[in-house]
């Protein structure tokens, strides 16, 4: 059974840094490329990042370029999103997804909460 | 504002046919495949449709997918309450090189 857990969410405060994880398991990890994706309170589905299986290829939504870094370590099948200088309005669920290329993004994490806030 | 344009909300009543619009332009729908994803309250997204019109697995039949020109559509018939959920499109965007959703549509079974 495929599982991915996120972690490392809490409570930041305006212009501090915070580092997510993705734990995967149930299917070999380097094979698929995986994505970041959150939503505010209330809102609707925003793409944060993306990073192919080897992690040779990273692409990244311009609200976060520049200040979020998506990498993974396939040896411990995790997904990582570093983010700094966070903004209240990076506040959101955000959420791990596994994609399967033209087959869709087929399992979703059950999301870490990220409240940036004084 | 979303780059993929979907009504907020739509309704219908068990039985009906309710139909989800989701429209974009050349650099997104236009050229590449649209997937949906359902997400029923308080829980995670699941995906629905892929590869625009191909149901994801144990997503039964009355769920359909199309795409004409740089609009896509999602249709349910048979509405059953359980359907109640927020319903997204998502597609590559070729101009953006990103991917993007749409705002979502609340369905409401009456």
């Known amino acids: 059974e495929v599982l991915l857990v996120e972690s490392g969410g809490g409570v930041v405060q305006p212009g501090g840094s915070l580092r997510l994880s993705c734990a995967a398991s149930g299917f070999t990890f380097d094979d698929y490329a995986m994505h970041w994706v959150r939503q505010a309170p209330g809102k609707g589905l925003e793409w944060v990042s993306f990073v192919t299986g080897n992690g040779d290829a990273t692409y990244y939504a311009e609200s976060v370029k520049g200040r979020f870094t998506i990498s993974r370590d396939n040896s411990k099948n995790s997904l990582y999103l570093q983010m700094n200088s966070l903004r209240t309005e990076d506040t959101a669920l955000y959420y791990c997804?596994?994609?399967?290329?033209?087959?869709?993004?087929?399992?979703w994490g059950q999301g870490t909460l990220v409240t940036v806030s004084s | 504002q979303s780059v993929l344009t979907q009504p907020p909300s739509a309704s219908g009543t068990p039985g009906q046919t309710v139909t989800i619009s989701c429209s974009g332009s050349?650099?997104?729908?236009?050229?590449?495949?649209v997937n949906w994803y359902q997400q029923l309250p308080g829980t995670a997204p699941t995906l629905l449709i892929y590869?625009?019109?191909q149901r994801s697995s144990g997503v039964p039949d009355r769920f359909s997918g199309s795409k004409s020109g740089t609009s896509a559509s999602l249709a349910i018939s048979g509405l059953q309450s359980e359907d109640e959920a927020d319903y997204y499109c998502?597609?590559?965007?070729?101009?953006?090189?990103?991917?993007?959703f749409g705002g979502g549509t609340k369905l409401t079974v009456l």
């Open positions: 050349n650099s997104n729908i236009g050229r590449n495949i």
């Open positions: 997804a596994k994609d399967r290329g033209s087959s869709g993004w087929t399992h």
């Open positions: 590869s625009t019109n």
């Open positions: 998502s597609a590559w965007d070729d101009s953006l090189n990103a991917w993007v």
